[in-house]
């Protein structure tokens, strides 16, 4: 079955305790990006690869890091996390080669940082 | 920079009832257009979509048309359901990278019974 996974699901921490969220794809896509999602703001990108090695930043990048060592993966980092990082996580991924290909989403991973 | 502009909502309607949930949009270049759709504790689903103007997306009796001239991608349906309950988000790629998605803040609809 074609899909994204992530892990964790549900994750509480405390301010500076760094943590990395996993994201993997079976579908062979060479983009993949993450979001937040918080009330009222929609989504909002993170960070997007174009392919393995490659990575750019979105629209709200600061304290977050991602890497991309392999096609499937896209794990994102907080590497010191603060409470306005709670938020709603979502990773995704597409074909590349133009605009219309659409996005597949994983389930989210609900962050909340005390 | 491009931006998506949508009723925040929530909209609530009876079943049967007709759906309109309006999205505008500002873009350089030539964008592709979508709707997806979030159900309570799952990620976006792709609903439909339409790359170019005058295009109509179309799905689950769900309908939207590429306008270029009100920048416009308004989705409608002529009878809802209680199963139609979510969060619709109207998004873009951008025209000339392709590279960044940029969402709308999305509307909440609740159909009730």
């Known amino acids: 079955e074609a899909q994204v996974t992530q892990n964790p699901r549900y994750l509480i921490t405390v301010t500076g305790k760094k943590l990395t969220v996993t994201c993997s794809q079976n579908m062979n896509h060479e983009y993949m990006s993450w979001y937040r999602q918080d009330p009222g703001l929609g989504l909002r990108q993170i960070y997007y690869s174009m392919n393995v090695e490659v990575t750019d930043k979105g629209d709200v990048p600061e304290g977050y890091k991602v890497s991309r060592k392999e096609k499937r993966n896209f794990p994102l980092i907080l590497e010191s996390p603060s409470p306005n990082q709670t938020s709603l996580y979502f990773c995704?991924?597409?074909?590349?080669?133009?605009?219309?290909?659409?996005?597949?989403f994983g389930p989210g991973t609900r962050l909340t940082v005390t | 920079g491009d931006s998506v502009t949508q009723m925040e909502g929530p909209v609530t309607l009876s079943e049967e009832a007709f759906l309109t949930i309006n999205c505008t949009y500002t873009a350089t270049g030539y964008p592709s257009l979508f709707w997806y759709v979030q159900y309570p504790g799952e990620g976006l689903q792709l609903l439909l979509k339409?790359?170019?103007?005058?295009d109509k997306g179309s799905n689950k009796g769900f309908e939207a048309t590429y306008r270029k001239e009100t920048t416009s991608f308004h989705l409608e349906k002529g009878s809802v359901q209680v199963s139609d309950s979510a969060v619709y988000f109207c998004a873009l790629t951008e025209g000339t990278s392709y590279d960044k998605v940029i969402f709308g803040p999305g509307t909440s609809l609740s159909v009730i019974p």
């Open positions: 339409a790359t170019k103007a005058d």
């Open positions: 995704a991924s597409r074909q590349t080669g133009g605009g219309t290909y659409e996005q597949y």
